[in-house]
């Protein structure tokens, strides 16, 4: 197995949602001009509270300075592992619970704190730039390490780091900030790029227009409903998590899904903000998962994460 360290320096931010107006344009321009700008990693996930985007240095500069964007104190390395050799985004998905034995738990072991971005692709592991020493020791043993330079794969130095590690004493990480289960159905899925100006006028609504208040006299049936968008545009792939009913405002045929067209539920982890440096968050959920031989996607935002799994009784198995 290889872990690849990929050659984008990025950053973490939140947008209130009353500043998202100042926003819209770089972030339009980020998601559908990207052949205008030289961004290669863009991410934008809506949640109840606010905006997450995680973009390279060269896309952060298509945002506006304002008071409404909180950006996390760290520049992030994203990790990917790929089966054999091969470009990290057309590998095979691997799925947080393949890597959380391998990955996911030996760096909260050594208190790595990690930032999880699944996609239909591939799942993306952010560390901090300052924390890769660490995580090459942790990891050097598992992988072939390498690291992309200038779009070519090439082997990872080690950074000189060789000795002062402390093995870990391993303890139980039970699970402990709260989770809850919205009751929307969420897809995974894509569409290919060439495709996307057909359905710009649509995603801009989706991502921008369509998160308002509920209508006057919505049944309570709707009260546990979230509103949780999230798109990727990563090295030219695209990948979408939307609930099913804004997957229905899509054209036919326009979505990629599975062949069993699969609908996952989501755990929401977190009653109060997580921030960045408590390590292990990520490992709580996804070993369990992973003993379980159960399937997951994972996407941390800047204030919550979130666990995508494929049925009812598995959501259960979760919370209990």
Not at 156 to 174: D, E, Q, S, Y
Request: glycine share 6%.
């Amino acid at each position: 197995m290889e872990l690849h360290i990929l050659e984008h320096s990025l950053k973490v931010a939140s947008i209130e949602k009353e500043g998202i107006q100042i926003c819209t344009h770089g972030l339009i321009k980020l998601a559908f001009l990207a052949s205008k700008t030289r961004c290669k990693f863009f991410s934008l996930t809506e949640t109840p509270e606010d905006y997450t985007i995680i973009v390279d240095e060269e896309g952060f500069k298509e945002l506006p300075q304002s008071e409404h964007i909180s950006v996390a104190d760290a520049t992030w390395l994203a990790l990917n592992v790929v089966s054999g050799g091969g470009n990290a985004s057309n590998s095979p998905p691997i799925g947080v619970t393949k890597i959380a034995k391998s990955v996911i738990a030996p760096l909260a072991d050594h208190n790595i704190s990690v930032f999880m971005l699944s996609t239909y692709q591939t799942d993306f592991i952010l560390v901090r730039e300052r924390d890769l020493p660490m995580v090459m020791h942790t990891l050097s043993s598992e992988f072939t390490l390498l690291r992309v330079v200038n779009g070519e794969t090439v082997a990872a130095h080690n950074l000189g780091v060789t000795n002062g590690f402390v093995k870990p004493k391993l303890v139980p990480r039970p699970i402990i900030h709260p989770l809850s289960s919205p009751s929307n159905m969420f897809c995974v899925t894509s569409l290919d790029p060439d495709t996307l100006p057909s359905v710009a006028t649509l995603l801009m609504d989706v991502m921008f227009y369509s998160g308002g208040p509920k209508e006057p006299g919505a049944s309570s049936e709707d009260s546990s409903h979230i509103r949780f968008f999230s798109f990727s545009l990563i090295e030219g792939y695209i990948s979408l998590v939307m609930d099913e009913q804004t997957t229905q405002r899509f054209p036919n045929n326009v979505l990629f899904t599975s062949a069993s067209g699969e609908l996952w539920k989501m755990v929401r982890i977190g009653g109060q903000p997580l921030g960045f440096d408590e390590c292990g968050i990520v490992a709580q959920i996804s070993e369990p998962l992973a003993t379980a031989d159960i399937p997951a996607y994972y996407i941390s935002t800047f204030k919550f994460d979130h666990a995508l799994v494929r049925k009812e009784p598995q959501i259960k198995f979760i919370l209990t």
